[in-house]
Each structure stands twice: as C-alpha cells, then as structure tokens.
C-alpha cells in the first residue's frame, strides 16, 4: 500500500536567517534537494517539493510563517492532503546536542523549542516523528555549549552539515520505505 508523507523542515524565511543554527531544518532539505525546484502554496503559506521515495508520495515542506507559527502551515497541508500525524516527519535544530549529532524520536514532548510546540498546538498532539539536528558545540563528557540560536553556522560547521544531511536523507529513505522504529534502530 502507498502512503502519502510530509517531511517539514523547520526554519524562519529570509536571507538573514539562511544558515542560522535555528535554520537546521531548512539546511538539512536544502542540502538533501539541492536542486529542487520549489513551488509555493500562498495559501499555506509554505513552500513545498513533490516527488517520491520508494512507492511512495513525499511532500518536502519549508514553512514560511516563521518558526512560532511553523503548524498554521504544516496544519494546512496535513488537512489538504488527509495526512495522519504518523506519517508526518519534522527536521528541526536540536540545542542540546552537539554539531554533527542526529536523534531520532516520536510522540515526545516540545523540549522548548517553539516551532515544535506550534507544531503540536495546531496538529492536536505530538505523535509525528521528529529528526532532531544538533546545533551545539561538544565540550566533552557528554556536555554542550549552547550557542544562540540565531547565531549563524561557520564554514567549517556547514561542512558538517552537509555530511549530517546525507545521513538525514537515509533516515528518512528508512523512514518512508521500512517503518520509523527501523529508522531508529538503525541510526539511533
């Protein structure tokens, strides 16, 4: 059976926001689908990229409401596609992990970050899956150095970036064709 998937990358529109860390969603697609040819929804206020991944339909979403008000335009996908919030996959900047780390989770709770909790206010719930990018600097012994979030990447960090995308867009190959708990057996 085919299903149909949203994968939404979290970011605030603009040139001033293009590689700050609160912009990781956004870098990740960006990256992934370098040469996308994106179309807009003035709608949903949302810029989206069809195509497919194994059998199934997959609609890449970049919000361009603002990271606060990210669900008014993932909402008006959802409902103009009938998509469950199980098969729809949210890539956002993780403050507490570091540069270079991914985490994979599902059904958990905002961790403060405002995009998620617009996302869970206008979704009814948290049961979506979540690709977490970290964001922050490794200080060792399982610690960070929490950057602030509008604090833009360096050319070293968006080098890093780029390797995390090709992993983020294997997660989401696993994700899409063999299941989310598979995913995070895998790259977890």
């Known amino acids: 059976m085919c299903y149909m998937f949203l994968i939404v990358g979290l970011g605030n529109p603009g040139e001033q926001y293009a590689k700050t860390r ?8 960006d990256t ?3 040469n996308a040819d994106w179309d807009f929804n003035k709608n949903g206020n949302v810029e989206y990229f069809k195509t497919t991944i194994g059998d199934n339909e997959v ?34 900047d993780d403050i507490d992990l570091p540069i270079g780390k991914i985490k994979i989770s599902h059904d958990r709770g905002n961790g403060g970050h405002n995009g998620i909790r617009s996302l869970e206010q206008h979704l009814g719930g948290s049961d979506f899956t979540r690709i977490r990018i970290g964001i922050s600097h490794d200080v060792g012994e399982g610690k960070v150095l929490k950057p602030n979030v509008l604090g833009k990447f360096t050319t070293a960090e968006m080098l890093t970036n780029s390797a995390v995308a090709e992993v983020v867009n294997k997660i989401l190959e696993t994700i899409v064709i063999e299941g989310r708990e598979t995913a995070m057996n895998k790259f977890n």
Do not use: C, W
Request: charged share 20%; no cysteine; glycine share 4%.
């Open 32 to 34: 992934i689908l370098e």
């Open 59 to 92: 609609e890449y979403l970049k919000p361009q409401t603002f990271m606060n008000d990210s669900g008014l335009a993932v909402r008006y996908v959802k409902d103009k596609h009938a998509v469950s919030n199980e098969n729809i996959i949210i890539i956002y």
């Open 22 to 29: 609160h912009n990781a969603g956004f870098i990740m697609i």
